[in-house]
């Protein structure tokens, strides 16, 4: 199963070629966190801090675990982990937008530094 998650733009997320709705706005933004934070942990109330900031809801936490299992139907099976302190997204490295971004930028700074203009 390949995924694509795109977050330049609008946040994306394409399964086998099709793309999956993520209707919700906190699913997009935990989403978000989780691809922002690939291969690392992300605490419950780092989600309930970049979800709602001040003025959180007493249900916040609740609110947030269902973000999870509803993204979790979405993604690809094991994508998505619990992981101490929190949860953990696995993405491979040509499947976020933002990392072949930035590995494009850097090899594209490499390629002027050393004066490969054309590459």
């Not at 007493?58 to 302190?85: D, E, K, W, Y």
Request: charged fraction near 25%.
């Amino acid at each position: 199963m390949t995924s694509r998650y795109l977050a330049l733009g609008a946040v994306t997320l394409r399964v086998n070629g099709l793309q999956v709705a993520v209707a919700a706005a906190r699913d997009r933004t935990v989403l978000s966190v989780l691809l922002l934070n690939a291969g690392r942990a992300v605490t419950v109330e780092d989600l309930i801090d970049a979800t709602w900031g001040e003025g959180l809801p007493r249900s916040a936490r609740s609110q947030v675990h269902g973000c999870i299992f509803r993204l979790r139907r979405m993604l690809p099976t094991g994508a998505l982990r619990n992981r101490s302190p929190g949860y953990l997204i696995e993405v491979g490295e040509d499947e976020f937008d933002v990392t072949v971004f930035e590995r494009v930028v850097a090899e594209g700074r490499a390629a002027v530094s050393q004066g490969r203009l054309a590459a």
